[in-house]
């Protein structure tokens, strides 16, 4: 059973178990309201993250802490190399102009050099403002101008002119470098005669409560906001983290820990995963796509021992492994297979933590069963190592967690935004629970308001929004910072995610819905892509639905349909309606019938980042969307197909 025999031999080690316990707090009813974990590394007084490249270079010098892509070849970086790298184009950043204290945009798509920009950047001084590589010329006018960033790194010629585009009004405009066109080698010649000792002395001069970053927010109610991370705040989420995953994970396992980066370091979860995995020395590489047809050949070269990914990864392996078999005429076999793996690992988990008697002799005969027909398949498809991996962004469907613990990934879900630096809440790796998002990060608590809003306290937490002082007290109280999303906590302290405030759906009848459940359990099923729940001011829910490409183009393939069938033909097929109406139950089966999808309307297109309609992390853009599909959801409520 791989991943399962060795969590109960890590369980049953004393310096793993019961390293963690939440501190609850309970009202009058007995209702779990606040829940707080105390922290696992000790905040730091000196120093900042800048200092770890420099830090593993004086202590492991030989060790390797990242591995490029060269062609087909992942080559080795050494922490020496790393750090070297790093001071050379600090050393470049400052013959460029940049001061202390000065804000340096990089906008790529994630690759090595980008982690060199971000230390080499700290290392001189100054302070990094990602800015996704999808980004338009509006929102990257907004960016440069709002940071106040004088520098800016591109990765593509495309990004250089949408740059260039944005900043042609602005008074001063930044003076540019294109990593395509060989920016950190300019930048190495440019600081040739820079001495190390002024990297050195900018460096050490940075501290804890030193202002690290300038992550602007997806902007999926308006304008992004400028959410100001600290030093200390970087190294709460990572040090604390990396204390409390990885020495389960090395016991588990017993192998080397590394992990492929594909989520867009723009986002502050990559970034803090990548400052975790170089803080422990964990090897990392890049990759700069988490399409799945894209991503497999790099995780089966690179071969991850672990992975952090979204939901839309483990469905879309799901979702392949299906239309894998479908091709072969064994659909209905991956569909039994599924099943098996659900209940497998519903029953396995419940005696892992001693709450069942475990799967009986059957279902360890069908599992074993599966295991040689699918399961391994889908460890194949990861690169053939990884044993677990750490899911955020949104919800992830139970049933697919389940099946992937079946097939030996565990999967631990986690929760939080940019002004928590990342996951707030994460499931402790002894702990499991799928469905929920875990309990507080070592060092955090969790309180649900009156109203049932998410409130977070903790080193992790930002402090400001650069710009906005309005904006800062809303959401800052008494160090409680107001998440604006529901939620609740169960007995041990675990929170579930149950939807967003501002999303509340209030139909004409009075019922309060929230359309995260519904819609996160829609995508969890093809051959839906994208899709938008309604029912504001209306008298029932519905929901608009785009169908996923991949999935469309198999599901015609095994049908013998030609590939260019029109879409209105789709649209009137009763086959595909039902296999929609398939994905509407499954995510009706999650709420009352009062909250359940009463009908629902195919619609043209897709959502994208380029249309607007999806933020870089694929977020759908509510009001967007509502605006571009109005006349579909009058139609909806019109009762027209």
């Known amino acids: 059973m791989g991943v399962r025999r060795e969590l109960k031999r890590a369980a049953r080690r004393t310096d793993l178990a019961g390293r963690v316990r939440a501190d609850l707090v309970k009202d009058a009813a007995g209702t779990v309201r606040e829940a707080a974990v105390a922290p696992l590394a000790a905040p730091p007084t000196t120093g900042s993250t800048a200092d770890i490249p420099f830090t593993n270079a004086a202590e492991a010098p030989g060790a390797v802490v990242l591995r490029r892509q060269v062609g087909d070849d992942w080559r ?127 460096r050490t001069a940075l501290t804890p409560d030193t202002e690290a970053t300038l992550c602007y927010t997806s902007g999926t109610t308006g304008r992004p906001k400028g959410c100001v991370l600290t030093h200390a705040n970087l190294h709460a989420e990572a040090a604390n983290t990396v204390e409390l995953l990885h020495p389960v994970f090395k016991a588990v396992t017993g192998t080397t820990a590394s992990t492929l980066l594909f989520l867009p370091l723009a986002h502050i979860l990559g970034r803090t995963i990548q400052l975790a995995c170089l803080l422990a020395r964990i090897e990392i590489g890049h990759f700069p796509s988490l399409k799945p047809a894209e991503l497999r050949p790099a995780l089966k070269s690179f071969r991850p021992s672990f992975l952090v990914g979204v939901p839309y990864l483990f469905e879309k392996i799901h979702d392949t492994g299906r239309a894998t078999a479908e091709k072969m005429g064994r659909g209905a076999s991956f569909d039994r297979a599924h099943r098996v793996a659900v209940r497998f690992g519903e029953a396995h988990l419940n005696k ?31 690169g053939g190592r990884t044993r677990y991996a750490i899911s955020g962004g949104s919800p992830l469907d139970r049933e697919l967690s389940l099946f992937f613990y079946a097939a ?48 977070i306290k903790g080193g992790i937490v930002f402090t400001s929004y650069r710009n ?71 008298p029932y829910i519905a929901a608009l639905i785009t169908l996923d490409p991949d999935a469309i183009a198999h599901w015609l393939s095994v049908r013998g349909l030609p590939a260019g069938t029109p879409r209105s033909a789709l649209v009137r097929d009763e086959r595909l309606r039902a296999d929609v109406q398939r994905a509407v139950d499954h995510a009706n089966q999650a709420v009352s019938r009062a909250e359940s999808i009463r009908a629902f309307r195919l619609v043209d297109g897709e959502f994208t980042e380029e249309n607007g309609l999806l933020t870089p992390s694929l977020k759908v853009r509510r009001q967007a969307a509502t605006a571009a599909y109005a006349a579909e959801i009058e139609a909806l409520y019109a009762g027209r197909p």
């Not at 030996?408 to 702990?431: F, K, N, R």
């Not at 169960?490 to 999303?503: A, E, F, H, Q």
């Open 76 to 202: 080795p970086v050494t922490a020496a190399a790393f750090a070297a790298e790093v001071t050379a184009v600090a050393k470049g950043l400052i013959a460029g102009g940049l001061e202390p204290g000065g804000r340096v945009a990089v906008m790529s798509r994630t690759r090595y050099e980008w982690t060199v920009l971000d230390f080499a950047v700290w290392a001189a001084g100054g302070r990094t403002v990602p800015v996704y590589a999808t980004s338009s010329a509006d929102q990257v006018e907004w960016i440069v101008r709002d940071s106040g960033a004088t520098l800016v790194i591109t990765e593509t010629a495309a990004n250089t002119a949408t740059v260039r585009t944005a900043t042609a009004d602005h008074p001063e405009r930044p003076r540019v470098w294109e990593l395509d066109a060989g920016a950190l080698a300019d930048l190495t010649a440019l600081g040739a005669t820079v001495p190390d000792e002024e990297v050195t002395k900018r």
């Open 352 to 382: 892992f933590l001693g709450q069942g008697p475990g799967p009986g002799p059957g279902l360890w005969a069908a599992w074993a069963l599966y295991d040689l027909l699918v399961y391994r398949r889908v460890r194949a498809e990861l």
């Open 408 to 455: 030996g990934l565990m999967i631990y879900e986690g929760y939080g935004l940019t002004e928590t630096t990342a996951a707030a809440t994460v499931v402790p790796p002894l702990g499991p629970r799928p469905g929920t998002v875990g309990r507080p990060v070592p060092g955090t608590a969790v309180r649900i308001a009156a109203d049932g809003e998410v409130r």
């Open 468 to 538: 906005n002082p309005g904006a800062t007290a809303e959401a800052l109280t008494d160090g409680w910072f107001a998440t604006g999303d529901l939620g609740s906590l169960d007995p041990d302290g675990y929170l579930t995610i149950t939807g967003r405030k501002k999303d509340l759906l209030v139909t004409s009848g009075g019922k309060n819905v929230s359309p995260a459940v519904l819609e996160d359990r829609l995508r969890s099923r093809p051959p839906v892509g994208q899709c938008l729940v309604v029912g504001d001011n209306r």
